[in-house]
């Protein structure tokens, strides 16, 4: 895949999500999670958290879930911050519990071919080793985002 196909194809994503499980959230605002997840609810997409020890609070608008299984059926992104080689059975259940889901993306560091080849088998788009905030102003600028998603 060359690198206008991938940016064609991040954009493509970035402008048809709209509610995104990111799986790993911390509560702790310097920690990268955090930092991504504020960056998403900010650039208007509805966030929620997935973190058993953070489960009930509310964090950037939502109530945070223990698993997959619990996020809202029109959640059509999870984005991965757990390590490569725990992120198959999340995305299997993620794959069973969410009808509307679309892409599975794994945060910087994380790949992994059996989540890969299980998501791309249902027809779910997959994402590894990128980063929505870093992905997001490289190919909208900062402002052009607001547009898209507002």
Known sequence: MTHNDTDTRLKSILTSTRVIGLVGLSHKPERASHGVAAFLAEKGYRVIGVNPGLAGQVMFGETVVATVDELPPETDMIDLFRRSDAVAPIVDAALKALPGLK???????????????????????????????????RLFGDAALDELVG
């Open 103 to 137: 892409t599975v993306w794994m945060q910087l560091g994380v790949e992994n071919a059996e989540a890969r080849a299980q998501a791309e088998a249902k027809g779910v788009v997959v994402i590894e080793n990128r980063c929505p905030k870093i992905e997001y102003p």
